[in-house]
């Protein structure tokens, strides 16, 4: 099927910018259902350098991708090492599910996982755009028998704001730090405010972008502050970034008659920002 | 009250036919998923599902989240008799069932006892409350980690609560009434102790020691389990609890005979309560209580003091053991549960409003982007301090406050909270205005955007 796909891709000679040309000109939504009607709706994942999405669901939601967990070594795994990284799987899955609620479908991507950060480069980006993904994740096992590792996330709506929008967060134990890890469905607010921030959806952005910033910022601070120094200082950069468009967006919102938006109270710069 | 006994009784359910399973016994009948149930009489249920084991199949771990369910379910009831009119309910695969068999999904079972789905054999009743419980485990080396989630609500009723103001109305509602709990962990002696305790509470003994003489309910189970399912729908009765045991009864189908014993229904670990090893079942207790208020509230009637205080006291023990994340959702939930049910209890002292109103402020800096908590937070100070000092003091700040909550949810009911402040704060606002608060013309001017925005709506 895959193959099929790919010489079809080729065979349209659809480039990723030709692609984005399309969307810009009738719209993601439209492009994806048209996509969709003509059974080409992982398009966009035919270009990827990894296998699609074994359970990619319906064009028209949003989605979160969970990809597989998988050991470093890439060798068959023992059962005790399976077992924790389905664990793993698992934990994020049901985390993210809670998080995400109503506003975006966590998807189980099979086999699905990236060589390493550098797979997620704009062609990839735009082909989980064009999916409507807003957030991909994955996790590498290192030492299975002391359980350090790392949690990968793609924030691809935040490619724009913060590129590569891609992190990686070590753990010097993946399970013990699952606990923290619960704290990783901060993200799936965010990057679903940021994508209606996008889509010039000003007013749905703005709840989220809120409820995001104040997530990420439980998560960024105290002494169960997630990840490395760095991890952390770039999630700041991030941090600032959202601010930025929340003011954008709450400014923007405030423009169109009749919206709630109008209520919001300005600082005495002019700016707006979420409640404190 | 539903239940006609003279005096309180609280259901037992089905989860004898669980606590007395054997993994191999696959002629004993266990509740199903796939026939969920709930006692419709009792005000409020509280159904555990198995905790799953997160990594496929695992029997061992299998039988182990079975058995854990079991336990909590014990101990939650155990702390939750004294709130009369109690179910409690749970479930497991049915034998021979895949781990991959969604029927125990907490959605899935759900929707079939809120009656949207048909194959509950009886439904929640309406108006009653509802705690579904269900968790995941994971295995480490020799540890293993435990998540909790749970869900709670009343059949056909909203959780909103309101406020009153010199008769103008505020409504407000908890942030959420989904939540995922911090993992914790448990030690391979801890493991342990889950079978021992499951072992203690196998029986049902003649008197509250775990040395009396007594039965395992297997056979029990089994001889009702043959007489059809309608006999196990009354259940077991709990009669009496003193200290962890509980005294319970039920008709011997095939005997026709009443029989009676007691069940070690909190015996935790080896004496430590299962609640110090996952403070959730703290904040399952106390929303159980919260429910219970809610649905007694709903009836006209009212709970006694100390229970609505018990309520209050478990959900805010919950806060404090949850230190882990303080800044945690469910954290922020337990203090709004906390603060309605002080309210609830007492709506016409000014006391009773004050200690929720703190509550409320509580939860909200928590997470104070949360429209429902901010919400919460003004009405009842407003409430509080109209009904202290016959006006609205820092109206500024609250007009910030209840204006980015309106902005944030952008629904009628929030535009509504906000035309009440401004109508509240017109009653008393002066012309000159303060640094703190607002002129008149400005809550006029504000007040006319309001209620110009809500036309629309």
Redo the contacts between chains.
């Keep these: 099927m895959l193959q099929i796909r790919r010489q079809t891709y080729n065979h349209l000679k659809w480039t990723t910018g030709g692609l984005r040309k399309l969307k810009q000109l009738v719209g993601a939504r439209v492009l994806s259902a048209i996509l969709s009607i003509l059974g080409l709706g992982s398009l966009g994942q035919a270009q990827s350098k990894f296998i699609n999405c074994a359970d990619p669901g319906p064009p028209e939601v949003y989605k979160i991708y969970v990809d597989e967990v998988r050991t470093s070594s890439g060798q068959t795994a023992s059962a005790q090492t ?6 793993v799987h ?2 994020l899955s ?2 993210l599910k ?2 995400a ?1 109503k506003n975006a479908s966590v998807r189980d991507c099979g086999t699905r996982f990236p060589s390493d950060a550098t797979d997620f480069d704009d062609r990839e980006f735009d082909g989980l755009d064009n999916m409507r993904v807003v957030l991909e994740v994955w996790s590498v096992l290192e030492d299975p028998a002391h ?1 350090s590792g790392t949690i990968g996330l793609a924030l691809v709506p935040a490619r724009p704001l913060i590129p590569p929008a891609v992190f990686v967060v070590p753990s010097t ?1 993946l ?2 730090s ?2 923290q890890a ?2 990783m ?1 901060a993200f799936a607010p965010l990057v679903l405010g940021i994508r209606n921030f996008q889509n010039k959806k000003y ?1 749905d952005a ?2 989220l972008l ?2 995001g ?2 997530q990420l910022g ?1 998560v960024l601070s ?1 002494q ?1 502050a997630l990840g490395d120094p760095a991890f952390r200082t770039r999630q700041q950069e991030l941090r600032q970034k959202i601010k930025e468009i929340t003011n954008s967006a ?1 400014k923007e919102a405030r423009k169109t008659p ?8 300005p600082a005495s710069d002019g700016s707006f920002t ?3 | 009250m539903p239940i006609p006994r003279s005096h309180t009784i609280w259901y037992l359910s089905a989860f004898a036919t669980l606590l007395f399973a054997r993994p191999a016994g696959a002629d004993i009948s266990h509740r199903s998923c796939k026939t969920p149930m709930v006692f419709e009489d009792a005000a409020v249920n509280v159904v555990v599902l198995p905790y799953r084991y997160a990594a496929g199949n695992n029997s061992s771990l299998s039988d182990m989240g079975n058995r854990l369910s079991l336990l909590i379910k014990l101990n939650v009831l155990s702390h939750i008799l004294d709130y009369g009119s109690i179910g409690a309910v749970q479930m497991e695969l049915p034998p021979g069932a895949s781990q991959d068999d969604r029927a125990c999904q907490p959605e899935i079972v759900l929707s079939a006892l809120l009656g949207t789905v048909p194959g509950a054999t009886q439904k929640l009743g309406l108006g009653h409350g509802l705690v579904l419980v269900w968790g995941l485990l994971y295995e480490d080396g020799d540890d293993v980690f435990v998540q909790t989630y749970a869900r709670f609500l009343r059949r056909g009723a909203e959780e909103g609560m309101t406020f009153d103001a010199g008769g103008i109305s505020f409504s407000g509602k908890p942030s959420a009434q989904l939540l995922a709990f911090t993992p914790q962990k448990l030690s391979q002696k801890q493991l342990e102790q889950v079978e021992s305790s499951y072992k203690k509470a196998d029986f049902v003994r003649t008197e509250p020691n775990d040395n009396s003489p007594g039965e395992q309910l297997p056979q029990l189970v089994a001889k009702c389990v043959n007489c059809g399912e309608s006999s196990l729908y009354g259940g077991l009765y709990v009669e009496e609890k003193r200290g962890e045991w509980i005294r319970i009864q039920w008709m011997n189908p095939t005997g026709h005979e009443n029989k009676q014993g007691w069940i070690h229904a909190a015996g935790g670990f080896e004496g430590t309560p299962l609640d110090k090893v996952l403070p959730e079942l703290k904040f399952i207790e106390g929303c159980a209580g919260y429910l219970r208020q809610r649905v007694a509230d709903a009836e006209g009637h009212q709970l006694p003091g100390e229970l609505s205080s018990r309520a209050v006291a478990e959900l805010k023990d919950f806060v404090q053991s949850n230190d882990f994340e303080p800044t945690d959702m469910a954290s922020a939930v337990a203090l709004q549960l906390a603060g309605i049910v002080e309210y609830t209890a007492g709506r016409e002292r000014v006391d009773s409003l004050t200690r929720a109103s703190q509550d409320f402020e509580e939860a909200r800096k928590l997470i104070p982007s949360d429209p429902d908590a901010i919400t919460l937070a003004v009405a009842a100070q407003v409430s509080q301090e109209w009904k202290e000092k016959g006006r609205c003091e820092q109206t500024f700040q609250k007009a910030q406050r209840l204006s980015a909550a309106a902005a944030l949810s952008s629904d009628k009911p929030a535009l509504v909270n906000l035309s009440s402040l401004y109508r509240v704060m017109l009653k008393t606002a002066d012309t000159t205005g303060s640094a703190n608060n607002l002129t008149r013309t400005e809550v006029q001017k504000r007040l006319s955007i309001v209620d110009s925005l809500a036309s629309t709506k």
């Design positions: 399976r077992q924790k990284l389905q664990t698992r934990f049901d985390n809670v998080s609620g359980g134990n399970l013990n699952l606990r619960k704290q469905s007013a703005v709840p809120c409820a910033t104040q439980a105290g169960n709450i009749g919206t709630t938006s109008q209520l919001f109270d979420c409640p404190q």
